[in-house]
T-cell receptor, first 110, second 113 residues
Framework: GQQVMQIPQYQHVQEGEDFTTYCNSS?????IQWYKQRPGGHPVFLIQ?????EVKKQKRLTFQFGEAKKNSSLHITATQTTDVGTYFC??????????FGTGTLLAVQP | DSGVTQTPKHLITATGQRVTLRCSPR?????VYWYQQSLDQGLQFLIQYYNGEERAKGNILERFSAQQFPDLHSELNLSSLELGDSALYFC????????????FGDGTRLSIL
């Protein structure tokens, strides 16, 4: 079945450093969504990418959808302590189900 | 505040028991999703309902069942509970359309003793 993997599982950075998480699907995706879950919280929708090669920015966050629509990335520039949390990608494939990735836990040291 | 309400927030019970988790979706949302999140695990999709009908099924055990009522609230029933069922159970809702984002409730933390 469709699988969505994310790397790394965990990343520890110093405040001000950049951070990137990568999302890879075993199948072609019609769209991909990104969510953030703060410690002790619930996932919160960040953004959706639909087109091949699409790039979207939200302040310090840059989201990219691969040309083959099988991978995506989230890059955070100059991390802040408020960026702490687990970032999930979620892809929709042929089954039309939204499959969540394994998540990347980001820790930011002040 | 996502607009999705889940009750109870915490539930402690014993093995072999049965529990019911409840979810009220955002006003106007017809789709409801249930997820299980175990410690240090990702979000495992269990089941989706749309306007009262089952729409999609994930890795939901036979001991688990769900339904969506005419007022669109949903319940997840977990029976013959095992220690491994201890987890955070999230409900999410979305507007109609496959490209709609999902809005999550605060979850129900289930602890099996």
């Amino acid at each position: 079945g469709q699988q969505v993997m994310q790397i790394p599982q965990y990343q520890h950075v110093q405040e001000g450093e950049d951070f990137t998480t990568y999302c890879n699907s075993s199948t072609t995706l019609s769209n991909i969504q990104w969510y953030k879950q703060r410690p002790g919280g619930h996932p919160v929708f960040l953004i959706q990418l639909v087109k091949s090669g699409e790039v979207k920015k939200q302040k310090r966050l840059t989201f990219q959808f691969g040309e083959a629509k099988k991978n995506s990335s989230l890059h955070i520039t100059a991390t802040q302590t408020t960026d702490v949390g687990t970032y999930f990608c979620a892809g929709r494939g042929a089954t039309n189900k939204l499959i969540f990735g394994t998540g990347t836990l980001l820790a930011v040291q002040p | 505040d996502s607009g999705v309400t889940q009750t109870p927030k915490h539930l402690i019970t014993a093995t072999g028991q049965r529990v019911t988790l409840r979810c009220s979706p955002r006003s106007g949302d017809l789709s409801v999703y249930w997820y299980q999140q175990s410690l240090d695990q990702g979000l495992q999709f269990l089941i989706q309902y749309y306007n009262g009908e089952e729409r999609a099924k994930g890795n939901i055990l036979e001991r688990f069942s769900a339904q969506q009522f005419p007022d669109l609230h949903s319940e997840l029933n977990l029976s013959s509970l095992e220690l491994g069922d201890s987890a955070l159970y999230f409900c999410a809702s979305s507007a109609t359309g496959e490209k709609q984002p999902q809005h999550f409730g605060d979850g129900t933390r289930l602890s099996i003793l």
